[in-house]
């Protein structure tokens, strides 16, 4: 079940514009242990919500590898999305009105601090494990290198330190075609629609592979001339998105997506990178055309800490959502690396000490 944080004091932007208020949505599974060291902080996609189970399943639930039953698990919907937390849909008190199209840019280091703020308030201190994948890894980076200390572990999916224009490319592109629906940001009853879903087919390219049309959207008969499978495919996955998103959440999200950099302030991305202490895992994938190998390879050279792996996927970028098997497998496998370190450097320690034990901080069992 949803939940929602109400913070009543500005929230100061990159951009230097404040939002009077704040509201977030999140969601929470599992028990905060009494040590309160179990917690995993999930930063979700571009159009994804709080609720990673329904999003995440196969990896995020009963059973699987990040599992209610021995974590505290959270994820925080964004800002500028449909799903709860202050938005595009929210009411401007200097007009009244929806902010809509003139709802400020929320860069990625925006969200990262935003999440920071609603941990605060929640009363979470350490977190053992923050993870995210594509836009939600770019705020779970942001995050690592604002508050390097907060973090045991740090899991990146299909992401990068800086978007890159080819991404930005697409994002502009999938702009071009919401603007070019002259209802977009008015109040007509599909305000966006048209322009949503023509965005949502261009994004769909940059997602999926050559090999995923291949493989599911051939012809039945060699005598098509018309209205083909990959056609109705591109058409539906737009009125997929417009049945649940608002076109001028998208507008604004994909703006702040193109903010990513890291490196902005930081001297270079290679040097935030740098500032990342804690061991971290990223997985890329090999038919990833949106966010290439050559971007995880790049972190895993300068985040000090750190092991790439490539998974094999005919998904493209959708198999940061769709491989939850094998993403599973390759975090369970980070996540018992860490814990036999850990107890080696505890014996280590305690060896040295005439056998007598201390906790040591981030030593317990995962």
């Known amino acids: 079940m949803t939940k929602y944080l109400y913070i009543d004091h500005p929230f100061t932007l990159e951009s230097g514009q404040a939002l009077p208020a704040l509201r977030a949505a999140y ?56 799903y709860g937390s202050t938005g595009p849909l929210d009411l401007n008190p200097a007009t009244g009105r929806a902010y809509g199209l003139d709802f400020p840019l929320i860069t990625t280091r925006d ?33 690592a290198c604002l508050q390097p200390n907060r973090f045991d572990l740090l899991c990146a999916l299909a992401t990068n330190a800086k978007h890159s224009p080819f991404g930005v490319a697409f994002n502009e592109s999938q702009r071009m075609a919401l603007r070019a629906d002259p209802t977009l940001g008015t109040d007509h009853p599909e305000a966006g629609r048209a322009g949503l879903e023509a965005a949502r087919a261009i994004a769909i390219l940059s997602y999926r592979h050559y090999r995923t049309y291949a493989d599911t959207q051939q012809e039945p008969s060699e005598s098509t ?32 997506m193109d903010t990513h950099n890291l490196g902005r302030g930081r001297g270079s991305k290679e040097e935030a990178l740098a500032t990342i202490s804690c061991p971290t895992l990223i997985i890329s994938i090999d038919t990833d055309l949106l966010f290439p190998t050559e971007e995880q390879s790049l972190l895993s050279r300068y985040i000090p800490n750190s092991r790439l792996d490539v998974m094999q996927s005919d998904y493209g970028h959708d198999g940061f959502l769709v491989e939850t098997p094998t993403i599973g497998r390759l975090l369970a496998d980070f996540l018992a690396d860490q814990l036999t370190i ?7 320690f305690t060896d040295g000490l005439g056998g007598r034990s201390f906790a040591l901080p981030g030593s317990e069992e995962v």
């Open 27 to 82: 969601h929470t599974y599992g028990r905060l242990n009494e040590e309160r060291n179990n917690v995993i902080w999930i930063c979700h996609a571009l159009t994804a919500n709080s609720d990673a189970e329904d999003w995440w399943p196969g990896l995020v639930g009963r059973g699987f590898t990040i599992d209610p039953d021995r974590y505290f698990i959270v994820c925080v919907n964004m800002l500028g999305s449909s």
């Open 225 to 256: 001339t018309d209205d083909f499978r990959a056609s109705s495919y591109q058409r539906y996955q737009g009125y997929k998105l417009w049945k649940r998103f608002d076109p001028t959440c998208y507008y604004s999200l994909s703006r702040g």
């Open 111 to 143: 969200q990262a601090r935003f999440f920071s703020l609603v941990a605060d308030y929640l009363g979470i201190r350490a977190i053992r494990l923050l993870m995210g994948g594509s836009m939600g890894g770019q705020c779970a980076l942001e995050w």
């Open 342 to 348: 850990n107890e080696a450097t505890r014996r280590a």
